[in-house]
């Protein structure tokens, strides 16, 4: 998002918290404000010539190293000062409060670099023509979802990316929903400029041609929050302005979210990122190796390709792991030890996701006996949840087809079929798909 440099320092102290604890955040940082933003220094105001030493000498290059991150600038530097403010450093007059920073765009996260597929081609197509022309009502507003570490972040950040770079009269604000309710609540501090905050904060949205939210989810159960975002979205809308929004889900799955928010974001381009398919892996996973400087046999690859297959995230994980076996330990690979290393990167999910654990939790969530899973029993009401565990542990282990067959009392065709049955009603209906994942999701937290 383009945020003024007092929201950076803002969410700069909201981690630190986080990070801190609260402890000793109380102790030192709660009353630290701040005061300015001039050549690259932010002065933060502290209430005593103690406390501001300490928290020079003990958490300032903490603090700087957030602050870097936040801004996107990593030559921001801080200061602090116990001087009471005044006039001269207050906000009012502070020149500085008009600046604004392009924060948590990561470099790498433009169209170029991103591979397309069958899963993401149309989401691909869609954002790039968005970032071209934005507000075109087909288009506007465009809402991305997907499952976690697929690719809607980074496409959304190429928006940002290509409007900064190529259309240097236009403005965008991007900010996950979590960002915007921290600095809503803010804003909504009783205090004596209770209106003059809230406007300022509705003022940083409504000047911005471009709107990009990540993970919109987030606001289901913030009512007040949501009827903020509402108007918004319509001032926004009816001004010719584009919104684009990410989430984990599409928009009739978001409740308890306002309907009449859904129906807005229904009303423009709904697409979704699907899991890459083994050729897309493949191109993701040669891509990265290369960027890493790293040249594996083909049948390493192919291994990799084949068995990393939750998500882009995973994906770049596992190279990144390779990679610092490689510089760090002077490891030649061979599919021998990839296979090793691998296994144990997926491991720590592996063992402790068995095939138990697996059942219970699927049999649980669709209320059935977790023995029956493994009985003979072929009514719906069981063999849906036997397919179901079945999908989830090629998914989620490393045990072959024969191994998830055993288990269950049955050969490796009838584990394949199942997989492909689960992969044909994920495709066809939402619901169960989301069911599925739902269930996914809470085994990997």
């Not at 909201?14 to 005061?35: C, I, T, V």
């Not at 591979?115 to 989401?123: D, V, W, Y």
């Not at 899991?275 to 290369?290: C, D, G, H, S, Y």
Request: glycine content about 4%.
């Amino acid at each position: 998002m383009q945020f003024l440099p007092e929201d950076v320092f803002d969410l700069c102290l909201d981690r630190a918290k986080k990070l801190m604890g609260p402890e000793k955040y109380n102790s030192w940082l709660s009353n630290a404000s701040f005061r300015s933003f001039e050549n690259g220094v932010f002065t933060i105001g502290l209430d005593s010539e103690i406390r501001a030493n300490f928290v020079t000498h003990n958490y300032k290059d903490n603090l700087e190293t957030l602050l870097r991150e936040l801004s996107g600038d990593p030559a921001v530097c801080v200061v602090f000062t116990h001087v009471p403010e005044t006039l001269s450093l207050g906000k009012i007059t502070n020149s500085s409060r008009h600046e604004l920073f392009s924060n948590f765009l990561k470099p790498g996260y433009i169209f170029d670099r991103f591979i397309q597929g069958p899963n993401n081609r149309l989401a691909y197509a869609t954002a790039f023509s968005v970032a071209c022309e934005m507000g075109h009502s087909s288009s506007n507003p465009l809402f991305i979802y997907g499952g976690v570490g697929l690719g809607k972040t980074h496409l959304i950040q190429a928006i940002a990316h290509y409007v900064k770079t190529n259309q240097p009269d236009k403005t965008f604000c991007y900010i996950s929903s979590e960002e915007f309710l921290t600095m809503f609540l803010k804003a909504m501090i009783p205090n004596k400029n209770n209106f003059i905050e809230l406007e300022h904060f509705k003022d940083r949205f409504r000047n911005s041609h471009y709107l990009i939210m990540d993970d919109v989810q987030f606001l289901s159960d913030k009512e007040t929050t949501q009827d903020l975002f509402f108007h918004l979205f319509n001032d926004l809308y009816l001004r010719g302005r584009q919104i684009i929004v990410t989430s984990d889900r599409p928009p009739h799955e978001l409740e308890p979210l306002a309907e009449r928010l859904i129906s807005r974001f229904q009303s423009g381009m709904v697409v979704d990122i699907k899991p890459p398919m083994l050729e897309t892996r493949l191109v993701i996973l040669n891509q990265k190796l290369k960027d890493e400087n790293i040249h594996l046999d083909k049948d390493i690859v192919f291994y990799l390709a084949e068995t990393v297959k939750s998500n882009v995230r995973q994906l770049e994980g596992a190279v990144n792991l390779l990679a610092a076996n490689i510089r760090i330990q002077n490891l030649v690979l061979t599919l021998d030890n990839v296979r090793s290393i691998i296994t144990e990167y997926l491991g720590a999910s592996s063992r402790r996701l068995n095939p138990s654990i697996i059942t219970s939790s699927v049999a649980d969530f669709f209320g059935i006996n977790p023995n029956a899973l493994k009985g003979k029993k072929r009514n719906r009401e069981i063999l849906v949840p036997r397919q179901v565990s079945m999908f989830l542990l090629r998914e989620l282990t490393t045990l072959s087809l024969e191994q998830i067959g055993s288990f269950f009392g049955r050969d490796h065709s009838t584990v394949l079929n199942a997989i492909k049955r689960i992969n044909t009603l994920m495709a066809e209906d939402s619901f169960f798909r989301r069911k599925v994942l739902d269930i996914q999701e809470s085994l990997q937290g």
